[in-house]
Structure formats: structure tokens, C-alpha cells
């Protein structure tokens, strides 16, 4: 079992910046590659970017590329999501997730977070 609690999330203005964390407990979190999704209201679950378990392999949804920026330290256990230059449209709750490979859809990982809301005023 993977235990994930996300951090980070807080309302900020158009074009600031947070860093979200991912805190794992339970196993080892580098035996497995890390997602960020992310759920507006009323819309589903939506892909943002993963890395592998090593951090060699990262793969990005365009809504996020150039703005956001996926690591991990694996040594604490703890994956982060560092995003710049938000827009109200990034407003939603951020999830982690845990998998066996960098997967895009939500239905492939085993283990989520509890989720942290992101809001970006105007």
C-alpha cells in the first residue's frame, strides 16, 4: 500500500505561482511513476504531467507544458508539482497518484491522494 497527502494548494492570482508536494508513506515511492491530475467542477479527472520512477522519463499534457514542472526526491519520499504563470483555467483540486509506468489515464494508477485545490483569480 502507497499513502499519498498532497500539500501546496491555495488561491493565488492570475499569473503566480505554487509549488504542490506529494508526500508518500507506506512503500517506497520510487518504485513506482508519479502523475499529477487535476478535476475542475463538473469536469472530469484530467491528466497533467508524470515521471518516472527514476525521474529520467517526464511527459507533459499540453495544457501545462511550459508552465509546469514535474520532480521528485526520492529520498524523501516526495514528489512535487511546480507550476508558473497560472490562469483561472487552472483553477481545480490537484491529485497525485501512484502507477507502475507513466500512464495518461486516471485508470491507470492504484493509489490517489485526497487532492489539494488550486484556485486562480482573475
Known amino acids: 500500500q502507497v499513502h499519498l497527502v498532497e500539500s501546496g494548494g491555495g488561491l493565488v492570482q492570475t499569473g503566480g505561482s505554487l509549488r504542490l508536494s506529494c508526500a508518500a508513506s507506506?512503500?517506497?515511492?520510487?518504485?513506482?511513476?508519479m502523475g499529477w491530475f487535476r478535476q475542475a467542477p463538473g469536469k472530469e479527472r484530467e491528466f497533467a504531467e508524470c515521471?518516472?520512477?527514476?525521474?529520467?522519463?517526464?511527459y507533459y499534457a499540453d495544457s501545462v507544458k511550459g508552465r509546469f514542472t514535474i520532480s521528485r526526491d526520492n529520498a524523501k519520499n516526495t514528489v512535487y508539482l511546480q507550476m508558473n504563470s497560472l490562469k483561472p483555467e487552472d483553477t481545480a483540486v490537484y491529485y497525485c497518484?501512484?502507477?507502475?509506468?507513466?500512464?495518461?489515464?486516471?485508470?491507470?494508477?492504484?493509489?490517489w491522494g485526497q487532492g489539494t485545490q488550486v484556485t486562480v483569480s482573475s
Open positions: 507506506g512503500r517506497t515511492v520510487s518504485n513506482y511513476a
Open positions: 515521471i518516472s520512477w527514476s525521474g529520467g522519463y517526464t
Open positions: 497518484a501512484a502507477s507502475s509506468y507513466c500512464y495518461t489515464q486516471p485508470n491507470g494508477y492504484s493509489y
